[in-house]
């Protein structure tokens, strides 16, 4: 079974028997030089010769996949790793449901599946590249090494999607593999493909909550193309999926020990309004309304991956058999989804209304569903920290329609509770929604580096429990620049 055969050694570690396979293993020998090439251009800056703490995964098995030790993060094993195959599978959505899985690529769905790794491999360079300079900023040695167990996975992640285009799509795969090492986040010429990853990671709250809720698009999406009848695929987004846990996790306990070390100063110092945003300030934490405002900028520049909410591309995926619903297999109807409805908010005559619509023409909208309602679970944790101090206030998602550029409401402006203003009224109250400068600079000023084992920043709590079930004092990174 592929949970024990492991190649370990070599310089690509991976359960695909790549020592028989003569040619991809050539093909990513070749690509893994312009990959450590993009790791030290576009890698965390800094950071090179540092020792980090740092899991690998050495198995898929769900009991012990991984092993915690100190590693250079250029000498970090990246591998190509698949969950064990299941056997017999069968595709279990769309026209071909009951089928058997498919372990080469069906010529007449090569193209769209192409896309959608593509896709998906180019926003896991891109998230690197966009936090490579937070490691200056580390608020504590345990955040630093989360950061970069979360770039290191990231950088896995893009091998994952160039095995399969290697593997599994000759030349064209080749030529996508080496683009996806040519593109930039942010840069102007070529960028990366999705909007929210050449955004900017210009702090630490910015990339607890891009892990919260981007990371959780990831998921999102890995999800779906788990159920795929491309069993590779399959096989692939699965594993992706145990290592994509940890970078939520960071994410939504980050932003939690920010709001926990807020509210504890709140107390101490006597200071009843949360709103009261200058005193907070002055006690050096980030007042709730800020970070509100900062949920506000991520969770809405997240919902614009989920694309248009109705889409022939997602209805011809699903058809196909190609990117399913999340957790499919857990559903219970036909799966083909041929005669369905789904509910969708549109924009009718300027004004925000639910319609049904054919469901496999709605499944962006139904996979972000699921996305949101995960978001709410993960806010209302949060709220329960807050609750915990009696301070009056609650964080909230802000409504779906509230600043988009893609989909329905890209063509309004609407405030967080979902109402449509004018422009004028937009820009009035654009401040109130979304980071403005003063509240940036704030944020900024706060970003200094901590790098005292066991000790943190002013604005954010120590975890409840360190990593590998260290002691709080353990020596995370050992910096050596
Ligand atoms: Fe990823
Ligand atoms: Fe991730």
């Known amino acids: 079974m592929n949970i024990v055969n492991v190649d370990y050694d070599g310089l690509i570690p991976n359960n695909v028997g790549l020592n028989s396979d003569t040619r991809v293993k050539a093909a990513l020998e070749k690509w893994h030089l312009g990959y450590i090439n993009w790791w030290h251009d576009m890698g965390p800056e800094g950071f090179q010769q540092s020792l980090v703490y740092l899991r690998t995964a050495v198995s898929v098995d769900p009991k012990g996949w991984a092993k915690f030790d ?6 970090y094993k ?55 300079f937070l490691g200056k900023t580390a608020p504590s040695l345990y955040d630093l090494r989360n950061l970069f167990q979360v770039n290191v996975e990231e950088g896995r992640h893009l091998w994952a999607m160039v095995y399969l285009l290697q593997k599994y799509f000759g030349a064209e795969g080749r030529e996508e593999a080496e683009e996806l090492l040519q593109r930039r986040s942010g840069d102007a010429d070529t960028p990366r493909m999705l909007g ?30 788990a159920q795929s009848g491309f069993d590779p695929l399959s096989r692939t987004t699965r594993f992706m999926l145990t290592e994509e846990a940890h970078h939520m996790f960071v994410g939504e306990t980050g932003v939690g020990r920010v709001i926990e070390r807020t509210c504890d100063e709140m107390k101490k110092a006597g200071i009843a309004d949360p709103g009261n945003t200058e005193a907070m300030r002055k006690l050096g934490v980030i007042d709730l309304p800020t970070i509100q405002r900062k949920l506000n900028l991520h969770f809405s520049l997240t919902l614009d991956l989920f694309g248009n909410e109705i889409s022939t591309n997602a209805a011809n995926a699903f058809h196909a058999g190609i ?24 924009l009718v005559g300027g004004k925000i209304v639910k319609e049904e619509s054919p469901a496999l023409s709605a499944l962006n909208m139904r996979l972000r569903d699921d996305y949101v309602a995960e978001c709410a679970a993960g806010i209302g944790r949060w709220n329960k920290i807050i609750e915990k101090y009696g301070i009056p206030f609650e964080l909230k998602l802000p409504h779906v329609a509230f600043h988009r550029q893609i989909g329905e409401f890209s063509k309004i402006k609407a405030d967080i509770d979902g109402n449509v203003l004018a422009e004028a009224d937009w820009k009035k109250k654009k401040d109130d929604f979304l980071p403005s400068n003063t509240d940036r600079a704030y944020i900024e000023s706060l ?24 002691p709080g004092d353990f020596e995370y990174v050992k910096i050596a620049e």
């Not at 100190?70 to 000498?75: G, H, L, T």
């Not at 071909?96 to 007449?108: A, D, F, I, S, T």
């Not at 970003?447 to 360190?466: C, L, V």
């Open 78 to 132: 990246w591998g190509i790793l698949l969950a064990p195959e299941v056997p017999d599978r069968k595709i279990p959505f769309g026209a071909h449901r009951g089928e058997k899985v498919w372990q080469e690529v069906p010529g007449e769905y090569r193209a769209m599946l192409r896309r959608l790794i593509v896709i998906q491999g180019d926003t896991e360079p891109a998230s690197v590249e966009q936090q490579r």
């Open 196 to 225: 929210a990853f050449n955004e900017e990671t210009p702090d630490w709250l910015s990339f607890f909550m891009f892990t919260f809720f981007t990371d959780r698009d990831g998921k999102m999406q890995l999800e779906a193309l």
């Open 70 to 75: 100190y590693v250079k993060m250029p000498d």
């Open 323 to 346: 990117k399913g619903r999340f957790r499919e297999d857990k559903l219970e109807d036909d799966h083909r989804l041929e005669n369905g409805t789904y509910p969708v908010l549109r």
């Open 447 to 470: 970003m200094k580096p901590e790098s005292r084992p066991g000790q943190f920043a002013s604005w954010i709590a120590a975890p409840k429990t360190g990593i590998d079930n260290k």
